[in-house]
């Protein structure tokens, strides 16, 4: 008994990392930490406090310094989990309270009405300032807001790369990464894209055990899961990955999930851009390959979903023009924010905000007849401006949405051309219109408005943005979604109009006659 007891405390007081849960799946679950001495691999678990069940895993060497080993990684596989069910763990056979973890395992499709997970990117640095305040705010949104645990209504974490600002660095992964998270990872696992900053170094993969399933030779690169009716995809958008198997791979997973019934919604998460209003030096035109590849499925077969990206440190949301797919940049989680004027700036018609602040997601998912989802952004404001728990951008999609009425042109021979007031039966808001001209010879022109943009247009020359940031502008502020004033060089040549309007779930009308 007293030789157990020297166990128990010294597992405790070696623990360096976690414990943490990686790759839950309706039957099993990952169980990973690390540890400061050579101890056994044994988790503890069950469905009730006893921990009546153990399993053993391995360990495997961490730090080493000098040729002396300073830590020791370890994971233990837990099999044989029910679906939709709640387990107990612990790293001691007869734990204190507070070393006992629980978690959940993933329903059986569509068996759980409904569930949340957690988003954002590039955390990189202040990790007592921003991350560990994204964590606090979480609990305390799942507590007050949906009365609970954060384990009992939080499903996952999707990062979108940059978890450490300097990948050769050991000590970063622990304090800037692990850390802040500890409340939380023990409970759900956290699901990372790997990002520019984790320099693709063997630490990285050290610590995670992410699904098995991307192309052979570049496993845990890219990888997809499911939870519910939800298909998530993780790609790796690094310069040496930016390659054709990787697509193909995509290609192949993104059908496999369009042709599974009970698939609602596809989620992608990646590191870097296609487009970056704040800074377009921040582009990868590879993550514009992915971006049409999905659209391109989707449309294909009628799902609906959202990419998850940062790299540029700030959020942004926009949306495709023909298909129900969101475009967010989930940062910045704790790295350096890219200030308006700070660099080069670009104004995208598929962006409807951009927002210099630091922040996180957490998006809702419902199942069933009522099938939809909605993603809240909650800013921590920036470094002149502290917010707290402040809601800044709200977008929602539901599978079963009436389109608006369509449209009836009033006016349509001079300019401005004037249609019908907007109506949906749903009580949508209008989003968007999208008006195009065409002659006998083909489609020439198209105009598509949207009734806000947040943007700031200053060019940032001779600008010390360390003076306090520029104020986000929303430049559509006035616009009458059901006119459109005609240029001039079009009036008068024998064109033909019509118009749809877009509700605020990303459905169209049909067009006018």
Known sequence: MFISALLFSAIVSSVHVGPYLQSVTKNSSWVKWETTQPLPSIVYYGNSLSLKNSAIGVRRKGKTVDGTTKTWVHEVELQNLAPASYYF?????????????????????????????LVYADIQAKPDKIHTAISNEVTEIMKEEYGGTPEEQLAFALIAGDLVNNGNNYDEFKKIFFDPIRSLAGHFPFYPAIGNHEKNNSIYFQYFHLPENGTPGFIEHWYSFEYANTHIISLDTNKAYRIDEQLQWLDYDLTKACLRPYVDFIFLVFHHPYISELNIDDEVPFSGKITHKVEAK???????????????????????????????????GGGAIDYWGRDKTRDYKNIQKSFDEYGYLII????GQDAGFRGRRFSLGDDFITKKRNVQDLFYYRKNNEPPDSPTLLQSRTSPLLATAYHDSDGDLHLETDWQLWSPQGPMKTFWFRYENWYNPFDGNNRDWKQGPLRDIDTNAGYDLTTLKVPSNYIGRGLFWHVRYRDAGLIWSDWSE
């Open 298 to 332: 989707l449309q294909e077969c009628g799902k609906a979903g959202a990419l998850f990206y940062g790299h540029t440190h700030a959020y942004a949301r926009g949306q495709s023009k023909d298909v129900p797919l969101y475009w967010v940049s989930a940062a910045s």
């Open 364 to 367: 809702d998912v419902t199942t």
């Open 89 to 117: 763990y612990s790293l001691e056979k007869k734990p204190a309270t507070e070393n006992i973890f629980r978690f959940r395992t993933p329903p059986q499709n569509s068996q759980l009405p409904s569930f949340s997970f």
